[in-house]
């Protein structure tokens, strides 16, 4: 079957764009092959794993070797040294992947992270993704990460209590958080080891723990149960988090 002539127009700008006369000029911006970027500056990468890590003075960073049975993994790289962090609120740990190095300063308030490779895509993102764990665990073990949970709606409100009758404590001396966020039956989550859970206000939840991920994970669990919802603005906010409200459906 024949194309129509618009048809063939437009193969035929296709094929040859730049030919003088055959496209139009406010189309030409589109067949450019050159992309103009939105930023005039010219691209960085991040760098955040240059940055030297400070450490407190209450805060104690070691590296400790690890033997060959305990270093062996499934992946690739091999961990050999672990970098342990002890602290006025508790301790952590992190294994160092085998291609980054970590220099001590000499007064021992700073370190600063090396890799061995910088044309690595793998070696750089874990650069900046070991600093940064290296961050938290040692603001976690010298601060503390807490996060503030506020329940937006009528009779939402929420309870530490030492018992549940829906969920088993997974640890001895586990307490629980009890929800209110109407349903016909109370919520039930049992507090993860290492967090201290309080509620200095019936609809506030306050959080506390050494280990950032294991807080933030356990507020984005309670945040489940009524995620903000853009109508009413009801629901569970994390850390001040707003929402936009939008109109309401008129049918």
């Given at each position: 079957?024949?194309?129509?002539?618009?048809?063939?127009?437009?193969?035929q700008l296709?094929?040859?764009?730049?030919?003088?006369?055959?496209?139009?000029?406010?189309?030409?911006?589109?067949?450019?092959?050159?992309?103009?970027?939105?930023?005039?500056?010219?691209?960085?990468?991040?760098?955040?794993g240059?940055?030297?890590?400070?450490?407190?003075?209450?805060?104690?960073?070691?590296?400790?070797?690890?033997?060959?049975?305990?270093?062996?993994?499934?992946?690739?790289?091999?961990?050999?040294?672990?970098?342990?962090?002890?602290?006025?609120?508790g301790?952590?740990?992190?294994?160092?992947?085998?291609?980054l190095t970590?220099?001590?300063?000499?007064?021992?308030q700073?370190?600063?992270l090396s890799?061995l490779d910088?044309?690595?895509?793998?070696?750089?993102?874990m650069?900046?993704?070991?600093?940064?764990?290296?961050?938290?665990?040692?603001?976690?073990?010298?601060?503390?990460?807490?996060c503030?949970?506020?329940?937006v709606?009528?009779?939402?409100?929420?309870?530490?209590?030492?018992?549940?009758?829906?969920?088993?404590?997974?640890?001895?001396?586990?307490?629980?958080?009890?929800?209110k966020?109407?349903?016909?039956?109370?919520?039930?989550?049992?507090?993860?080891?290492?967090?201290?859970?309080?509620?200095?206000?019936?609809?506030?939840?306050?959080?506390e723990?050494?280990?950032k991920?294991?807080?933030?994970?356990f507020?984005?669990?309670?945040?489940?149960?009524?995620?903000?919802e853009?109508?009413?603005?009801?629901?569970?906010?994390?850390?001040?988090?707003?929402?936009?409200l939008k109109?309401?459906?008129?049918?």
């Amino acid at each position: 079957m024949s194309c129509s002539i618009p048809q063939r127009c437009a193969r035929q700008l296709l094929r040859e764009p730049f030919q003088r006369g055959s496209l139009p000029i406010f189309l030409a911006p589109a067949f450019s092959p050159r992309t103009q970027c939105f930023s005039t500056t010219s691209p960085a990468q991040s760098r955040v794993g240059g940055a030297p890590l400070s450490i407190p003075p209450e805060v104690s960073f070691k590296l400790i070797d690890l033997p060959a049975t305990l270093s062996r993994t499934r992946g690739k790289d091999i961990p050999k040294v672990m970098a342990e962090i002890k602290g006025p609120k508790g301790e952590m740990s992190l294994s160092i992947p085998s291609f980054l190095t970590i220099t001590p300063d000499e007064t021992g308030q700073k370190a600063t992270l090396s890799i061995l490779d910088q044309e690595v895509p793998h070696q750089r993102a874990m650069w900046g993704t070991i600093r940064a764990l290296l961050h938290n665990h040692i603001l976690g073990v010298s601060e503390g990460h807490v996060c503030v949970l506020s329940m937006v709606g009528v009779g939402y409100r929420a309870t530490i209590e030492d018992k549940a009758s829906t969920v088993k404590a997974t640890y001895p001396g586990q307490k629980f958080v009890s929800l209110k966020v109407g349903f016909s039956h109370p919520i039930e989550l049992g507090i993860p080891e290492g967090v201290v859970a309080s509620t200095p206000q019936p609809t506030r939840i306050l959080l506390e723990g050494v280990d950032k991920r294991i807080v933030t994970q356990f507020a984005a669990e309670i945040r489940e149960w009524r995620r903000p919802e853009p109508y009413k603005g009801k629901g569970i906010f994390v850390n001040g988090e707003t929402i936009k409200l939008k109109a309401k459906k008129i049918k």
